[in-house]
């Protein structure tokens, strides 16, 4: 154990922490795989829905690939979600 003054002894968080080439101590906690992860699909996701997507709104009609299309409207959602919990605090 670190502390022990054994140049020998590992401290415990060394082994939960593994260090880096760069020498510093990596620390992925569950929340960051879970960014991988879903980024990972995100990438898989527009890989495989490149073709185009006929959007009518009103009487605006455009093409544009169907990942751009789901994109925006995740985006869209997202901020109006934002200011409505934004105006509630």
């Known amino acids: 154990m670190s502390g022990t003054g ?14 880096s080439a760069s020498g510093t101590k990596l620390n992925i906690t569950p929340r960051m795989w879970i960014g991988i992860v879903i980024g990972i ?8 829905n490149r073709n185009p997507a006929n959007i009518t709104l009103l009487w605006i009609r455009m093409s ?26």
């Not at 054994?6 to 260090?19: F, L």
């Not at 985006?75 to 109006?80: E, Q």
């Open 6 to 19: 054994d140049p020998g002894a590992t401290d415990r968080t060394d082994r939960k922490n593994p260090i």
């Open 41 to 48: 699909v995100a990438i898989l996701f527009i890989a495989q």
């Open 64 to 89: 544009s690939p169907l990942w751009l299309t789901l994109l925006i409207v995740f985006l869209a959602g997202l901020l109006s979600g934002w200011l409505i919990a934004r105006r509630r605090k």
